[in-house]
């Protein structure tokens, strides 16, 4: 097209795309531009938040003109490109990482704080992207700041959610959820592509017929649709929302049936409109199988769309695409791609295959029964009917296949099958995924052994170990240092002589030597003493309470949920309160200041999870205020945890605690900010702590409980051996039920899980070896010295959790693509 230009003109469109300069008046200049034009209003009538949004605008820009070179030079390129599938991306607040990423930060803060304003309120004013429940959507997160900055082509898709994850208060000691409207304002990271829709169909019937050739073809006639319109996020997420289709409104209407049009169109918005806020668990709702199918549906046509541009055969689909489902939420996309290919571009069903399963890999993030994804077969056929024949041919192919290599094993045949023989029958969708996949991985060394040995333990024997990989999960230095933790940023790479850590994050193994020099222990002391002050004027505000940051804070942030076992944590408080309470003045006296500070959401229906946080507060609630007890012990649950406060908790903790049962979290990531941060850490033989522990030495961190492989032994014996519960557990249990925190009533149940629930997730098997590791904490955090050597020690050696790692094995191991570092130049 441009080719067609006078030369004039080419040049004329080459020196105004010129990018704005850097200064700060320019700076200041598109600043106010965007006040008094895009927000039409005026400096006597700007309050933080329009500052905010001025600020934002003005960064956008500067964004999308660097993103433009980037998507004009990579379309000539047209490389191989990865496609990275989440219903979830956390992405919590983008304007200081923006910044900082830029390198403006400074000259934005100088700028604004000129035009009357102070950059750290304006950032406060930005309300998270909360598209996400917990690990799983950070992780999404993690790896787009990656992709980017390790210059690899990729997209990531998800939903645009009108609802992120639920608000959390705490009213009398309970979790009250209230809405999560983050689009009150516009959102100024997104920018709305009117021109990418596409339309999504479900229901209806299949009709079958034979080609000219004798063929039978399938053609699915749906009964209704939607249409998908994409919004494309400054860090390469095209996000999905539903809107209705006109055409079939239309229909509608002039039968005369304008209600029911407007009913359609309600429900048509109705897909995208909220997040589900489990966490690792399954809901099994209709809403929710509509969410997935028209995600993977809207997201495959424009991955094919972009494919067809190239003109090239379908054979080369898998060298031009990847696709990477992360968990088994787009597992509709392998059965998706299937049907394009063979009802549309009428492949046959065998070289349709081969294509899909050398395009998609998966990754498993649980082996918890609870969190499986299956789909009743009657309600999937109501909505998606063609689709169900394809689920239902992949497994009579693949069965097929299974009962060549291991004939006569019935038992095999139906724990393999992707079909459950239960009432009604169920899809179970990691099978699919496994099948239609070329690759399957864990996310933690010991999860991605574990699931060989468990939910995919046949799977091993059928295809071989080759197709199970490990890609141990990672976190993005930058938001996870740099951002939440400028001092400490600051300190390293005044240290180092450079920031090139940043993105090299194996460099941090410099500040090994730095342990050794006490004056530079100092500063890193200093700097966790005003991360802490910071915390500590946080809890203040939300929670009214007074808590010392010369006391050790200890921090258990994440998801409420029983495996994680915050129960154990609170009950060990419990513990060390009745400890204190018994002690004589001069014993007190050598006792270790500790502020336990605890947050995270419950999904709404999880009852025991919401039990537990009550639980955390009545306690608080008797303990902050007991005159036996004053500085020595404080409790805290900080409401409504997400990523902009784990910004300023994460590099606030002395310990944090990561201490689910072995073998039930299959990574965890918070370990890894935590001791990114100086951060030591309490926790079990589970997930990523394992590797944490090889990294940083055991000298380094506290390990306690028992271990993944003795598990079901423990178990065993609780539920048929009668094993009695750990003294020092039932001392604690007995004050609970004695009332000593309200009305022990209410507790009831969340202590039966321990008694009559057999104590499932081994809570009692491990007290002990908690309590112990809880008093070598204090113990070792009395030499102030010493800690603050291990503190740099475990700094300097987290290395291997930067994301960047992470995702390059993804690149090379899986996607086998590569990175196309665009030039900063050139405009059109
Ligand atoms: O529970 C895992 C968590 O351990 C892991 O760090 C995270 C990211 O890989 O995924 C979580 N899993 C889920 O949220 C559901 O599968």
């Not at 050598?590 to 999880?606: E, N």
Request: hydrophobic fraction near 40%.
């Amino acid at each position: 097209e441009k080719a067609k230009w006078p030369k004039e003109t080419i040049e004329l469109w080459e020196r105004l795309s010129k990018k704005e300069a850097n200064d700060v008046e320019t700076i200041e200049k598109s600043i106010v531009h965007h006040v008094t034009t895009t927000l039409a209003r005026a400096a006597y009538n700007m309050d933080n938040f329009s500052a905010y949004q001025a600020v934002a605008l003005s960064t956008r820009d500067r964004l999308i003109s660097r993103w433009n070179e980037t998507q004009g030079q990579l379309s000539k390129v047209d490389p191989k490109r990865v496609y990275y599938l989440s219903l979830e991306f956390l992405l919590g607040r983008s304007m200081d990482n923006a910044l900082l990423n830029m390198g403006l930060k400074d000259k934005y803060g100088e700028g604004i704080k000129r035009l009357g304003f102070n950059m750290e309120d304006v950032i406060e004013s930005e309300v998270d992207a909360a598209l996400g429940n917990g690990g799983l959507g950070r992780l999404a997160a993690c790896y787009m700041d990656s992709l980017a900055t390790l210059d690899y082509p990729a997209w990531g898709y998800g939903l645009r959610y009108n609802y992120g994850i639920f608000q959390q208060r705490i009213v009398d000691g309970y979790q009250t959820e209230y809405p999560d409207y983050w689009l009150n304002f516009d959102n100024p990271w997104e920018l709305p592509r009117l021109d990418i829709s596409i339309q999504i169909a479900f229901g209806g019937h299949v009709q079958t017929t034979q080609d000219e050739y004798g063929v039978t073809r399938h053609t699915w006639i749906p009964g209704s649709s939607v249409q998908a319109i994409a919004t494309e996020n400054c860090n390469n997420i095209r996000l999905w929302r539903s809107k209705p289709t006109k055409a079939f409104d239309l229909t509608s209407f002039n039968e005369g049936n304008y209600e029911k049009s407007v009913e359609d169109a309600t429900n048509a918005e109705k897909i995208t409109s909220v997040l589900y806020p489990n966490d690792n668990t399954m809901a099994g709702k209709e809403l929710r199988l509509k969410q997935q199918y028209f995600w993977t549906a809207a997201s495959l046509h424009d991955i094919v769309r972009r494919f067809k541009k190239s003109m090239r055969e379908w054979s080369d689909f898998p060298d031009q695409v990847a696709i990477q489902l992360n968990d088994t939420h787009p597992t509709l996309a392998i059965v998706e791609l299937q049907r394009l290919l063979v009802d549309e571009e009428l492949l046959s069903w065998d070289d349709a295959w081969e294509i899909v399963t050398k395009t998609f890999a998966f990754t498993n993030h649980t082996v918890l029964p609870e969190a499986m994804e299956k789909w009743s077969v009657p309600m999937f056929e109501y909505l998606l009917p063609r689709h169900l024949q394809i689920i239902f041919d992949i497994n009579l192919f693949f069965l097929q296949k299974v009962e060549k290599k291991f004939p006569n094993d019935r038992g095999l045949l139906n724990r393999m099958s992707i079909i459950e023989e239960a009432q009604p029958q169920q899809i179970r969708m990691a099978h699919l995924a496994v099948v239609g996949s070329h690759k399957v991985n864990g996310v933690a060394a010991l999860h991605s052994n574990l699931i060989k040995t468990t939910i995919f333990k046949d799977f091993v024997d059928y295809y071989g170990e080759d197709k199970f990989v490990n890609k141990t999960n990672g976190i993005t230095p930058r938001r996870w240092l740099h951002q939440a933790n400028p001092q400490l940023s600051a300190l390293i790479t005044e240290a180092l002589g450079n920031d090139k850590w940043l993105k090299n994050l194996s460099l941090l193994k410099g500040l090994n030597a730095k342990a050794e020099d006490a004056a530079f222990r100092k500063k890193w002391m200093t700097i966790k003493r005003a991360n802490k002050v910071r915390l500590a004027q946080l809890i203040k505000d939300r929670c009214d309470i007074d808590v010392s940051p010369d006391a050790l804070f200890d921090i258990q942030v994440k998801r409420i949920h029983e495996y994680k076992r915050q129960f154990m944590n609170i009950l060990a408080v419990i513990h060390r309160y009745r400890t204190i309470k018994s002690m004589t003045a001069a014993q007190k006296a050598s006792v270790q200041p500790r502020v336990v500070i605890f947050g995270g959401k419950a999904a709404p229906g999880y009852y025991i999870a919401k039990l537990v946080i009550k639980l955390i507060n009545s306690v608080a609630a008797v303990v902050n205020q007991d005159p036996a007890v004053g500085d020595l012990l404080k409790v805290v649950f900080v409401p409504d945890y997400n990523v902009s406060v784990a910004e300023i908790i994460v590099p606030a903790s002395d310990i944090s605690q990561h201490i689910s049962t072995a073998g039930t979290e299959a990574s965890g990531t918070s370990n890894m900010k935590f001791v990114l941060n100086g951060g030591l850490i309490i926790g079990t033989l589970d997930g990523a702590n394992i590797e944490i522990l090889e990294e940083i030495g055991e000298d380094n961190i506290f390990i306690f409980g028992c271990m993944a492989h003795e598990v079901e032994d423990l178990r065993h014996a609780q539920r048929y051996r009668g094993v009695p519960m750990d003294p020092a557990l039932q001392g604690v249990i007995s004050a609970i039920e004695r009332g000593t925190f309200e009305d022990p009533k209410i507790f009831q149940p969340l202590i039966s899980t321990l008694t009559v629930g057999k104590d499932f997730y081994l809570i009692s098997a491990d007290f002990a070896s908690y309590i112990t590791a809880n008093q070598q904490v204090d113990a070792a955090y009395k030499n102030q010295e010493e800690w603050s050597k291990k503190s740099i020690r475990c700094t300097a050696n987290m290395g291997k959790f930067s994301s960047d790692r992470s995702v390059k094995e993804y690149a090379d191991e899986i996607w086998n693509i590569k990175p196309y570092p665009v030039e900063d130049e050139g405009h059109l």
